[in-house]
Every structure is written in structure tokens, then in C-alpha cells.
């Protein structure tokens, strides 16, 4: 293991550098260009109990400084995933996070129980940014007490270790995480995207409204890490507008015990695999033997 090696819920990974879920399919999409087994674990498309088929098309818009996202959260469904794309990972022996999602809690449940324990599956990624539609379209993320229950309720129902995919929109992320916390959530995800709109001043229409991310992003991403690292004592995976590997160094600066990198792979094909091989490059420089050396090193 060389000094990007990091253990985080209760499995050794080679580097702390996983892709944002939904950003590379199925993963085996870009297999001619690099392999998935390159990051320390891969990030699943968002699943939920049934396959999900999601917005309509544009799905995609280019900001200045960021994108636009709206795929609505299309795929196979748990089931389909685990009979046609898992075996691919084992095949890689590549650990996974199992990212999923329901509109309902009773959704994230049936979810949830259909995930097995599996050597290679390191954690649950828990998005709590979906819409609660028994709760006229509340994201299941903006109060702490729906997340707190939420989040228990899933531990009760699972032993893999639950991560909490958290919202930015709300007015007090850290009462939130401590919530997941002490919920029992094992680790937390920061930030998933900010909601946002385009218009298109030719057509003088408004052709999506989505999730903002990308380098627009970082800085609230940033903050989002270094609070929420400080109020709660388990893993932060940091995530928002990472493009390259100054970038990835400063959420281990914040408090992130590893990064998620998105929309950079939608510029660069090959970010990820740079972002890797440029942190391994400034460790060596700085003659640090390991990225523990810069966890949270920040001062107010």
C-alpha cells in the first residue's frame, strides 16, 4: 500500500479517491479509457427497490463555472444491478459503495434489505436528497429529525456500514449531520448538488432544472466539510467541483477522509486517474508517507 492507502469502515482501501455517484454509469463504460480498480473504491448509480426510467431529455446543461444536472436518477433497479453489473466488480476486485435512494422511507427500506453483505461492498450510500412524496416533496434531507429517523431506520434493517448522502440546502448542515450521527450513520457524504435552473435565451425557455455542480461548487462543499468534520467523529467523504489534485488536497485539509469526483469526468475523461497519480506526486514532495498526514489540518 503506498501513502495514499487509507482504511475507512473497517476496509483498507489503495487511495481515498472514489468517483460521485452517477457520474460513470455502470463503470464498465469506461473501461476503454482506464480501469475502475485505478480509485480506492467505486461509487454505484443511484439504486432504488425498482428501475427507475427518469427525466426526459435535456439532461445535461454547461454552466460557466459548473453543469446542470437532471437525469432523475435512471436505473436498473437493485435487483437487475447486483444479476448483470456486480459481478463486473468482482471480476475487478474493485470495492464498491452502493448508493441508493426511494421517494418514500418505506422505498429506502425495500431498498435497503435487498442489499446483501458482500466482501466487496465497503458501505451504503444513503442519498437523502430525494423528495418525500408522502410529505408533499420535502427532501427527506432539510429537517434533522426526519433524518435521524430515516437513518435509524435503515441500521436497524442492514449490517453493512450506512453512509448519509447530505443535502446543502438547508440552513444548518451541521445539526443535520449530527443527526445522521447519532442516528448511527457510519460516515457522511459532502455535499450533493444545489438546486438550480437554466434558461436558454434562444428558445426564451427554461429547458431543465436540476443539480448544480462542479468548481462552482467547491467552496461551499468545503466549508460543508470542515464544520461538519469538527461536530461529528466519523468519515467524511468530501465531494463538490474537485478538478484536480490541489483541489482533492484541500478537502483532507478540510477534514475529508476521502474525496468523490464528478463533473470533472465529464471535462476530462482522465481526471480521475490525474487526480490519483498528482496527490501521490505532492505526497512524495512534500515527503509526507501518508495523506493521514493532512487530515484536517486547517486553522481558523
Given amino acids: 500500500m ?3 492507502a487509507v482504511e475507512l469502515f473497517g476496509k483498507k482501501f489503495k487511495n481515498p479517491v472514489m468517483n460521485a455517484s452517477g457520474t460513470l454509469g455502470y463503470a464498465v463504460e469506461i473501461e476503454p479509457l482506464w480501469g475502475v480498480e485505478t480509485m480506492g473504491a467505486c461509487v454505484t448509480k443511484g439504486l432504488s427497490a425498482l428501475a427507475h426510467h427518469g427525466n426526459p431529455v435535456p439532461r445535461v446543461w454547461e454552466e460557466r463555472h459548473g453543469m446542470i444536472n437532471s437525469i432523475g436518477l435512471q436505473n436498473v433497479g437493485v435487483e437487475r444491478f447486483f444479476s448483470d453489473h456486480f459481478p463486473f466488480f468482482v471480476e475487478k476486485n474493485t470495492p464498491i459503495i452502493v ?7 418505506d422505498e429506502y427500506l425495500s431498498c435497503a434489505e435487498k442489499i446483501r453483505p458482500h ?3 465497503a458501505a451504503l450510500e444513503m442519498n437523502l436528497s430525494c423528495p418525500n412524496i408522502k410529505k408533499g416533496g420535502i427532501s427527506f434531507g432539510k429537517e434533522a429529525s426526519t433524518v435521524y429517523s430515516m437513518v435509524r431506520s435503515v441500521k436497524g434493517i442492514t449490517d453493512i456500514p450506512l453512509i448519509a448522502k447530505l443535502t ?3 440552513k444548518n448542515l451541521t445539526e443535520i449531520a449530527i443527526a445522521a450521527y447519532e442516528a448511527g450513520a457510519d460516515g457522511l457524504t459532502l455535499i450533493n448538488t444545489l438546486p438550480a435552473a437554466a434558461v436558454d435565451v434562444k428558445k426564451r425557455n427554461v429547458p431543465l432544472k436540476g443539480g448544480l455542480s462542479g468548481p462552482i461548487l467547491r467552496p461551499v462543499a468545503l466549508r460543508a466539510v470542515h464544520e461538519c ?3 461529528v467523529p466519523i468519515p467524511i467523504i468530501g465531494v463538490g467541483g474537485i478538478m484536480d489534485a490541489q483541489d482533492a488536497l484541500a478537502f483532507f485539509m478540510a477534514g475529508a477522509s476521502a474525496v468523490q469526483v464528478g463533473t470533472a469526468t465529464f471535462v ?6 490525474k487526480i490519483i497519480a498528482g496527490m501521490e506526486a505532492w505526497l512524495v514532495s512534500a515527503g509526507l508517507d501518508s495523506i493521514r498526514a493532512i487530515t484536517g489540518v486547517t486553522h481558523e
Fill in 2 to 4: 503506498g501513502p495514499l
Fill in 268 to 273: 476530462d475523461p482522465f481526471a480521475i486517474p
Fill in 99 to 105: 448508493n441508493f435512494f426511494g421517494f418514500s422511507e
Fill in 229 to 231: 468534520s469538527k461536530a
Fill in 119 to 121: 466482501e466487496l461492498i
Fill in 168 to 170: 446543502p440546502e438547508v
